[in-house]
């Protein structure tokens, strides 16, 4: 066991060992851009160095398919991957649009090529979502660290979103006991971490990888065994909205499950939103508009099964036309309902019979871009009768 280059108190939190990590890193210029690395996953030198070692690892070899960070000392990690054919999943930033995309490199690709795709920009160009129902066996995890020690004990920059995309993966059956975990960090960052500091819900690995090192940790606590429910208060739910998805669907399937706040977590949030509404059935394909009213819609966000589903598209391009938007839905199999336009305020609500085929819809749609605009796609359970809300 070598010997960290920083040493930790008695007593100390998780708080300070970032801190510690964070402030060693910058005196010593220890990293690229961005800078400084606080509140960062640090994107040190030496990073592809690091990363390359992924083909010393038999688990690597035999992966098909992996889910790698979007940071960038994680880089060289997805091109690795990519060069080697196999499957790349990426997280959606900080869970907010789902939980990761695949990339799709374009056919033939050459290694420059794929060195694009495992930019971050690349992730954004190249990419596709992967819906909640998608049949997916994660093989091999790389995640990004702050710090972490030989027994494969690990902080990260606090937030939770490794921790939580783990635990999302389990309650969907993306990962298995099988499933490995590596990490990729500069050699100053592996740490003596006290055992105290580790909970239920942190996320351990099974390797660490360094500019100089391969440690196999041997860790022998066990992986979050899903969504700690009970951890998930209502701010959680606002900041991951795929959280609210995965809530009904535990629910939905008769699990007793209680999250924080459960009450204030229910309490449906009612919106009345005085708007110009042009109304068009999907049926007419001109897209040309039937009627149009001053009007009063409710819009009610929750996950209540009762009633139609509503998904809200926002950020539509200026200009663009309802006739196009239903061209886009017939391509993407997300002909709803109904559909309600409101191309000046530049979003439309979408009427699904079901949650399922509302989420299918939301996972279909999101990430995508039209005219430069990238579409902002999700739930809005919405309480509306035959003529949106009664109107007035």
């Known amino acids: 066991m070598t010997e960290p280059v920083i040493k930790l ?28 690395v606080h509140h ?52 959606t930033p900080r869970l907010r649009a789902g939980l990761f995309n695949k990339i799709i490199p374009p056919p033939g690709a050459t290694k420059e090529q794929l060195r694009i795709c495992a930019t971050s920009q690349g992730v954004k160009e190249y990419s596709v979502p992967v819906g909640l129902d998608a049949s997916v066996q994660v093989d091999l995890i790389v ?34 006991e099988n499933t490995v975990v590596v990490t990729i960090v500069h050699d100053c960052q592996v740490v003596d ?19 100089t090192r391969i440690i196999k940790t041997d860790c022998k606590l066990p992986k979050p065994c899903g ?3 009970s951890k998930v208060d209502t701010e959680l739910l606002q900041r991951i909205p795929i959280l609210n998805n995965l809530l009904y669907r535990e629910k939905k399937a008769g699990r007793a499950v209680t999250i924080k706040n459960e009450q ?38 929750s996950q209540d099964s009762r009633g139609i589903t509503t998904v809200y598209v926002g950020n539509l391009p200026a200009g663009l036309r309802v006739s196009e938007l239903k061209t886009l839905l017939r391509a993407h199999n997300a002909v709803p309902l109904r559909l309600t ?16 085929t509302a989420e299918n819809t939301v996972a279909a749609l999101q990430n995508l871009k039209i005219s430069g605009n990238t579409l902002r796609v999700e739930l809005a359970k919405s309480q509306r009768a035959s003529s949106h809300g009664g109107a007035t």
């Open 341 to 356: 336009w409101q191309g000046a305020q530049r979003r439309a609500f979408l009427d699904y019979k079901n949650d399922e």
């Open 193 to 211: 971490i006290p055992e105290q500091l580790i909970d239920d819900h942190d996320l351990t690995v099974d390797y660490i990888l360094t500019p």
């Open 143 to 176: 995640v990004g660290s702050v710090a972490v020690s030989e027994k494969g004990w690990r902080i990260g920059k606090g937030e939770g979103f490794a921790d939580m995309e783990y635990a999302m993966m389990v309650s969907m059956g993306a990962v298995s």
């Open 40 to 91: 960062r996953i640090p994107n040190f030198k030496g990073a592809s160095q690091a990363g390359e070692k992924l083909l010393c690892l038999q688990e690597f070899t035999e992966a098909k398919t992996l889910k790698v960070n979007p940071d960038k000392p994680q880089e060289n990690a997805r091109f690795l991957t990519l060069e080697a054919r196999k499957t790349l999943l990426v997280p």
């Open 227 to 229: 969504i700690i429910w």
């Open 264 to 301: 204030a977590a229910s309490t449906n949030v009612v919106r009345n939103i005085s708007v110009c509404v042009q109304e068009h059935n999907l049926e007419n394909p001109s897209g040309s508009s039937q009627s149009g009213s001053k009007r009063t819609v409710t819009v009610m966000e």
């Open 9 to 36: 108190r008695l007593g100390v939190t998780k708080s300070d060992i970032r801190q510690k990590v964070w402030d060693y890193i910058e005196e010593r210029n220890l990293a690229n851009f961005p800078r400084p």
